[in-house]
T-cell receptor
């Protein structure tokens, strides 16, 4: 059974703190993604990685960075958390397929509240 | 940038009624996927459509991909309470990038 695991289900952090969200997949997938989910806005892509140490900006990368030192782990970093980063964060992975014909597997999500 | 819009944003139906959500892209898509997110859960893959005009069925669910590959729909016949959740389309553009729609939240009243 495939598995994408996010380190925390709920997180409360203070404004200005550096926040790390961790995601681990056990499927040997090349591609990993970080999304944030907000009501009425759907899933918006923050960053994605198509290989170890490789990363590309998504649609809303401002205020975030990522790290992919190992294939199975993709970390999202909030350099200095702000209240407008309060959201549900979803990690996803999928295997490499050059025609995009593969489904994405999602983690259970991390609900981050910045106070 | 590329956008994928879904309508309606919310839909409340009586159990047994039909439901349809529509997905529209600003650009031509190589393929489209549909996901379902149960309340409190995470998105789970339902199906993928690849060909222009393609229609696929999964029991009470019917998925269509438009001829121009810029729109898609999901139709549920005779909704049940187990259909409750948010339905997302995801347009595939290029090799890596999934552009998710804004989602349609379905509530089924028993």
């Amino acid at each position: 059974d495939v598995k994408v695991t996010q380190s925390s289900r709920y997180l409360v952090k203070r404004t200005g703190e550096k926040v790390f969200l961790e995601c681990v997949q056990d499927m040997d997938h090349e591609n990993m993604f970080w999304y944030r989910q907000d009501p009425g806005l759907g899933l918006r892509l923050i960053y994605f990685s198509y290989d170890v140490k490789m990363k590309e900006k998504g649609d809303i990368p401002e205020g975030y960075s990522v790290s992919r030192e190992k294939k199975e782990r993709f970390s999202l970093i909030l350099e200095s958390a702000s209240t407008n980063q309060t959201s549900m964060y979803l990690c996803a992975s999928r295997p490499r397929n050059y025609r995009g014909n593969t489904e994405a597997f999602f983690g259970q999500g991390t609900r981050l509240t910045v106070v | 940038g590329q956008q994928v819009m879904q309508i309606p944003q919310y839909q409340h139906v009586q159990e047994g009624e039909d439901f349809t959500t529509y997905c529209n892209s600003s650009t031509t898509l190589s393929n489209i996927q549909w996901y379902k997110q149960r309340p409190g859960g995470h998105p789970v893959f339902l199906i993928q459509l690849v060909k222009s005009g393609e229609v696929k069925k999964q029991k009470r669910l019917t998925f269509q991909f438009g001829e121009a590959k810029k729109n898609s729909s999901l139709h549920i016949t005779a909704t049940q309470t187990t259909d409750v959740g948010t339905y997302f389309c995801a347009g595939i553009s290029g090799t890596y990038k999934y552009i998710f729609g804004t989602g349609t939240r379905l509530k089924v009243l028993a």
